[in-house]
């Protein structure tokens, strides 16, 4: 396999988890955002969308990064990153959601740029706007975490799911914007607890290729 990646997205941060935590090789090919490779025409043809990260499953290529562990599980199911039963699934997909669907969107790289560019808002709004959504969307995660972790260190019961796969990027992407998370300590808790695990600290955006 293949995963087209770039170090700081929290998009691709997120499959390389799932890679990890499935024992599963791969081959990783950075693409610099700074020099647009994401949007170079023979990237756009393996994905039209110009996002990172997409893999390649001898040939069968894939975007959006949801969807690429859902794949993963499928065809690799062991060790799962779901729940035995269908309300834990829906529970631990909610939350993933949670993190992929409502907090990043708002706030990944393009849409920060837009801010910048076409909007002209200084850096301190954007930051302020980044903060906003970080902090709005933890504050549902944090009760739910609260709810259903089993043991204080995972999202869900007392195995690793997809929503902790979720989780672990977006805190590393909260501190880089330097958000407050004094009001949300089960999600620090269980991310301390994830990232000390071989398939988290494998991931690392900081010993990636490309990483600067």
């Keep these: 396999m293949k995963l087209y990646t770039f170090w700081r997205s929290s998009a691709a941060y997120r499959v390389r988890i799932a890679l990890n935590h499935k024992g599963l090789a791969y081959d990783s090919i950075p693409k610099a955002f700074a020099r647009e490779e994401h949007r170079a025409a023979d ?16 040939g069968f290529v894939i975007g959006q990064s949801l969807a690429i562990i859902e794949y993963l599980e499928e065809t690799h199911p062991e060790p799962s990153l779901l729940p035995g039963d269908a309300r ?65 260190r995972h999202c869900h ?39 000390a695990l071989p398939a988290f600290a494998a991931a690392r955006p900081e010993v990636q290729p490309g990483a600067e």
């Design 43 to 58: 990237y756009l043809a393996l994905n039209p969308q110009g996002l990172i990260p997409a893999l390649d499953d001898d």
């Design 88 to 152: 834990g699934r829906a529970l631990v997909r909610s939350m993933a959601q949670a993190v992929a669907c409502d907090i990043h969107p708002l706030n990944n790289l393009r849409v920060l740029n837009y801010l910048k560019g076409p909007l002209q808002q200084d850096a301190a709004a954007v930051e302020r706007w980044y903060q906003h959504w970080v902090l709005a969307g933890f504050a549902g995660l944090e009760a739910l975490v609260r709810r259903h972790s089993g043991d204080g």
């Design 157 to 195: 019961g007392s195995e690793v799911t997809v929503a902790d796969v979720c989780l672990v990027p977006q805190l590393y992407n909260a501190r880089r914007f330097r958000c407050d998370l004094s009001g949300f300590p089960a999600l620090v808790a269980v991310g301390a607890a994830l990232e």
